[in-house]
């Protein structure tokens, strides 16, 4: 899902008065950042320099603090839908953008791994490697995760994000991307905004009909988790799985179970 602004919207916003020039607050904010670092500032210093200007009604300083009072934590505001956050008064798509890409940066460097692709080979690890960034979202987010033979991480592609209820999601979704991918197993990630990671009819129908279609054209599906802030829930690991794969199916329950034995000791 794209949220951009339009040239016109940001013209329309400079004719009603927005300031473009940085205020007072947000060049001390700049001035200690460039002398003593970004973790001298506080959150609402943070923000108002990512939003970069206010609205014609506040300055960016209070914008950035009246967002903070607003919800609980950073996280609640990570976790908001783009278009739910662009329509909070004085924000716009522009700033949304900007303030939301810079928590998914954050993210993204807090648990790349500088050594090597990520071995997804259990459903815990899967969980360890995705929950900080699905388990607090506020909106479906479906990705497929790509793997290789020994069951690396290759790429990591958003599918949709909505309710498998409400989107018209079918297995060709999943695979196009998928297929020019040139991965040799798939393995669907989705989150439960409610907590309750316990599969809906939707999200064991969906899973089936992916299963079949990755039999067919030769890329298995090892399995389909679902997180929830109350934990997770893997069809594999319960079992749910329907078709009979071969390789890479194995693999994964081999490493997993040895996995699950290694963490007994």
Not at 87 to 115: M, Q, T, V, W, Y
Not at 208 to 237: C, M, P, R, T, W
Not at 238 to 255: E, P, S
């Amino acid at each position: 899902m794209k949220n951009t602004a339009s040239s016109h919207g940001c013209f329309i916003a400079w004719q009603a008065g927005v300031s473009r020039k940085p205020t007072k607050h947000s060049l001390d904010a700049r001035e200690r950042l460039l002398r003593i670092g970004a973790s001298a500032l506080s959150n609402s210093e943070l923000i108002a320099l990512i939003l970069g200007t206010g609205s014609a009604q506040k300055n960016v300083a209070a914008l950035a603090t009246e967002l903070l009072n607003e919800f609980p934590s950073l996280r609640h505001i990570r976790g908001l839908d783009p278009k739910q956050l662009s329509k909070k008064p004085g924000i716009g798509s522009a700033k949304a953008s900007r303030l939301l890409a810079a928590f998914e940066l954050g993210s993204r460097a807090n648990h790349a791994n500088p050594d090597s692709d990520p071995v997804l080979n259990s459903s815990a690890a899967v969980d360890q490697h995705l929950r900080p960034r699905l388990a607090h979202l506020q909106q479906e987010h479906l990705l497929a995760l790509c793997l290789d033979t020994r069951l690396r991480l290759k790429r990591e592609l958003p599918v949709a994000i909505g309710g498998l209820s409400s989107c018209s999601l079918r297995p060709a979704d999943v695979f196009r991307p998928v297929l020019s991918e040139g991965a040799s197993a798939v393995l669907l990630v989705h989150n439960h905004p409610s907590g309750d990671p316990k599969p809906s009819p939707e999200d064991e129908q969906f899973t089936h009909q992916v299963e079949k279609a990755g039999a067919l054209l030769g890329i298995s599906l090892v399995d389909h988790i679902i997180i929830g802030s109350e934990g997770y829930f893997s069809f594999n690991d319960q079992k749910m799985l329907l078709v009979a794969q071969d390789g890479q199916k194995r693999i994964f329950n081999t490493l997993a179970n040895s996995g699950k034995k290694s963490t007994k000791k």
